[in-house]
């Protein structure tokens, strides 16, 4: 058995960072996750105002639960989403003006759902370009609060932004969600906005809509641990289920962890794969049976690409559903796994939510189109497992998530 220790997760990191600075006190987060998003969403706290201390193991972050120190900055996003649409919203809470822009890749992603709403909420916030989109210019004077209506079938981080704001508001937040993605990513941030002390309500109503009604407490600071990231954990576990006689546990993400992309050894289970959870970790086993299966994968899309990339080894179809979000990720996945797959000979059909990807041998030598996607990099990591010749046009964009991902996955080939 092999056991892989799994980076932090980017997810539980960037609502950290949110949460720390906006606490009072100052809060100790250990065992971040150190990438590019990560990192860039620290720089942009620091460009705020915000004192942020990094060691090797641990950042210190100094909360301003009046909001950012700087009455005027420029906030570079890099690529990454959370950093994109997290900071604008905590520095609306703060009084000065704030322009954020963002990559070329990370400005064809929309923003206008979070615009909107934070808009409904009197915020002053202009975009620069494509209404939407990034660049975008707030000019904060505090948040009041009140009530709003939201539609997160595109992102459930429109949600997650808003959720957070509210304990920073002077009256609070009512949000009324009429559609939801990736479910499982809210419940994450719910579950950390109460563990910096927060308090929130939820009514669901018989019309599937569903109220978090926020409470303007503000937060308070903590040391808190960040848990091994779910999604990059993904790839090992796929690529144990397909290889015959090996395993691999994850430490750290067992029975109690909070990110739902832990469900995608659900998925592996079904198709054939030992998988145990437990208090302490997940181990999953090969069993040499990978069985096709229709599953819905709305709440855990970011596996998506994994268990397509993983797909033509099974010994039936592998159709996965309603996973419209993720043609508006880093790049259009659906799409990227099909032509990807196709170029490796495997027989796929699409359709605007859905995947079918059929038993096949990929044959190579064939170069991987990545659109500077990492997760479609550290997918078809998978692939290459039973494909020799399989290279990337861009490698390195894993420093997204996984600066060290091709040394961590090789030497796991090689173990035993």
């Not at 892989?4 to 997760?9: A, R």
């Not at 206008?112 to 915020?123: D, K, T």
């Not at 303007?216 to 091994?228: H, K, M």
């Not at 992309?261 to 086993?285: K, N, P, Q, S, Y």
Request: overall charge negative.
């Amino acid at each position: 058995m092999t056991v892989i220790h799994i980076p932090g997760s980017k997810s539980v990191t960037a609502r950290a960072l949110f949460l720390a600075a906006a606490a009072e006190g100052t809060t100790t987060l250990l065992r971040p996750l150190v990438s590019d998003d990560t990192e860039g969403f620290a720089e942009g706290l620091a460009a705020l105002g915000y004192a942020v201390r990094r060691e090797d193991d641990a950042w210190h972050i100094e909360g301003r639960p009046a909001g950012p120190g700087a009455d005027s900055a420029d906030v570079y996003c890099r690529d990454g989403a959370t950093t994109a649409r997290f900071l604008p919203t905590l520095a609306a809470a703060g009084h000065g003006t704030y322009r954020f822009d963002a990559s070329a890749q990370m400005r064809r992603r929309p923003l206008g759902p979070l615009s909107s709403a934070l808009r409904e909420l009197g915020v002053d916030l202009r975009h620069g370009g494509q209404e939407g989109h990034h660049p975008l210019d707030v000019h904060a004077r505090g948040v009041k609060g009140g009530a709003l209506t939201l539609d997160a079938g595109q992102s459930s981080q429109y949600l997650t932004a808003l959720l957070m704001l509210g304990p920073l508001t002077a009256e609070g937040l009512d949000i009324t969600v009429t559609d939801l993605v990736s479910e499982p990513y809210v419940e994450i941030t719910l579950a950390m906005m109460r563990d910096f002390g927060a308090e929130i309500g939820e009514e669901r109503g018989l019309d599937g809509a569903r109220t978090y009604r926020v409470a303007p407490t503000g937060y308070r600071a903590r040391t808190y641990g960040i848990e091994p990231d779910a999604s990059t954990a993904s790839y090992f576990f796929a690529a144990a289920a397909l290889e015959p006689g090996r395993s691999v546990t994850v430490p750290g993400l067992g029975t109690g962890a909070l990110q739902g992309d832990l469900g995608f050894v659900e998925v592996l289970g079904r198709m054939g794969a030992d998988v145990e959870i437990t208090a302490t970790g997940t181990t999953v086993r090969s069993t040499g049976v990978l069985r096709g299966l229709t599953v819905n994968m709305r709440d855990i899309s970011d596996t998506m690409p994994t268990l397509a990339a993983l797909a033509p080894f099974a010994e039936g179809p592998v159709r996965i559903e309603d996973v419209a979000n993720t043609r508006v990720k880093e790049c259009d996945r659906l799409d990227a796994c099909a032509e990807n797959l196709r170029r490796l000979g495997i027989t796929v059909e699409t359709g605007s939510d859905w995947i079918e990807i059929h038993p096949g041998t990929p044959a190579g030598p064939v170069e991987i189109a990545t659109h500077g996607d990492h997760r479609i990099v550290m997918s078809f990591a998978v692939t290459a497992l039973r494909t020799p010749g399989i290279t990337f046009d861009d490698p390195g964009c894993v420093k997204k998530t996984f600066p060290d991902f091709h040394r961590v996955f090789d030497t796991f080939v090689r173990t035993p």
